[in-house]
């Protein structure tokens, strides 16, 4: 009886498996924030002096790599996704130095009129990016634009004395919870004469809540749902998950309001956690719900600005 050995089929699907990740890694660190902070912190550049042009050329780079090397074909998608968030964000800067969006959300209209500006434009992002998707062949399913599995299981979090994880419809309101508490103390250290005005921004809450919902949708759906879509299923949930998270904390480095290495650190873990719930559950609701909360906190402490 001839016995046929499948070992080297087998180590040729890991070759390839290996080959792939790794590119996945290299393309993510080369298009998240890091070859500009290396640059700008070795004094080569300053942080201004890199451009979105420079992503959007990295990315293109990437996308046409994928068609004359066919071991990292599977990541033609993910990097075609990508590179038209740089693009689709060059289109939102674009669009905001326009007469007719600077005379509805300027600097020079109310706070309630410009910071709903700024989140309206992280929404038209995700919106694009869905159509994009859409175009693509991509179902809803596949880049989660559904409510999502609330009761899955949460892999890792559960209770004391309890051998099940706990499922997501628990575990994403016990992580929202300290997370929001976490931001409260952290912007409290920062301006501790904030809470005496806490009471005049009660008038702003409903509109406040809108925006958080707003940035919620927008960041999971642009940030986090369009790049895992074209991820997970080539590199795995795990390494798919903590590429997009180091993406998403790099990219908080310079600018926003947690930055720094402190800040991208921060970020990084709590895009872990989001990430998770997103392709655990294959929806948006938890993890809308566990961003929104940390928005709500940081856009009531913003607002105190303003009155």
């Given at each position: 009886?001839?016995?046929?050995?499948?070992?080297?089929?087998?180590?040729?699907?890991t070759a390839?498996?290996?080959?792939?990740?790794?590119a996945?890694?290299?393309?993510?660190?080369?298009?998240?924030?890091?070859?500009?902070?290396?640059?700008?912190?070795?004094?080569?550049?300053?942080?201004?002096?890199?451009?979105?042009?420079?992503?959007?050329?990295?990315?293109?780079?990437?996308f046409?790599?994928?068609?004359v090397?066919?071991?990292?074909?599977?990541?033609?998608?993910?990097?075609?996704?990508?590179?038209?968030?740089?693009?689709?964000?060059?289109?939102?800067?674009?669009?905001?130095?326009?007469?007719?969006?600077?005379?509805?959300?300027?600097?020079?209209?109310?706070?309630?009129?410009?910071?709903?500006?700024?989140?309206?434009?992280?929404?038209?992002?995700?919106?694009?990016?869905?159509?994009?998707?859409?175009?693509?062949?991509?179902?809803?399913?596949?880049?989660?634009l559904?409510?999502?599995?609330?009761?899955?299981?949460?892999?890792?979090l559960?209770?004391?004395?309890?051998?099940?994880?706990?499922?997501w419809?628990?575990?994403?309101?016990?992580?929202?919870?300290p997370?929001?508490?976490?931001?409260?103390?952290?912007?409290l250290?920062?301006n501790?004469?904030?809470?005496?005005?806490?009471?005049?921004?009660?008038?702003?809450?409903?509109?406040?809540?809108?925006?958080?919902?707003?940035?919620a949708?927008?960041?999971?759906?642009?940030?986090?749902?369009?790049?895992?879509?074209?991820?997970?299923?080539?590199?795995g949930?795990?390494?798919?998950?903590?590429?997009?998270?180091?993406?998403?904390?790099?990219?908080?480095?310079?600018?926003g309001?947690?930055?720094?290495?402190?800040?991208?650190?921060?970020?990084?873990?709590?895009?872990?956690?989001?990430?998770?719930?997103?392709?655990e559950?294959?929806?948006?609701?938890?993890?809308?719900?566990?961003?929104?909360w940390?928005?709500?906190?940081?856009?009531?402490?913003?607002a105190?600005?303003?009155?």
């Open positions: 009886m001839t016995t046929i050995s499948t070992t080297p089929g087998r180590q040729a699907v390839r498996s290996t080959i792939v990740i790794a996945a890694w290299i393309g993510t660190l080369l298009l998240s924030r890091l070859p500009q902070i290396i640059l700008s912190e070795l004094g080569i550049i300053t942080s201004s002096d890199w451009k979105l042009l420079w992503w959007i050329i990295i990315g293109t780079v990437l046409a790599l994928t068609y090397w066919q071991s990292v074909k599977p990541l033609r998608g993910y990097f075609l996704i990508m590179t038209m968030i740089y693009v689709i964000t060059g289109g939102r800067l674009l669009l905001e130095q326009t007469s007719i969006w600077i005379s509805w959300f300027g600097p020079e209209r109310s706070w309630l009129n410009s910071f709903f500006g700024e989140r309206l434009a992280v929404v038209l992002i995700a919106l694009a990016l869905v159509g994009i998707l859409a175009l693509m062949g991509q179902k809803r399913q596949d880049y989660f559904t409510y999502g599995n609330v009761n899955a299981p949460a892999p890792g559960r209770l004391p004395r309890r051998e099940k994880p706990l499922p419809l628990i575990a994403g309101p016990l992580i929202a919870l997370l929001s508490a976490l931001m409260a103390a952290g912007t250290a920062i501790p004469q904030a809470v005496a005005k806490i009471t005049e921004v009660f008038p702003l809450l409903p509109a406040i809540f809108v925006f958080a919902l707003m940035n949708f927008g960041e999971e759906v642009a940030f986090r749902a369009a790049p895992l879509s074209q991820l997970w299923k080539v590199v949930k795990r390494q798919a998950v903590w590429m997009t998270a180091l993406w998403f904390g790099l990219g908080h480095y310079y600018g309001i947690s930055f720094g290495a402190i800040g991208a650190v921060y970020l990084t873990l709590v895009a872990v956690l989001f990430g998770k719930a997103m392709v559950t294959k929806g948006l609701a938890v993890p809308i719900f566990m961003h929104l940390g928005d709500v906190v940081l856009y009531i402490f913003m105190l600005g303003s009155v």
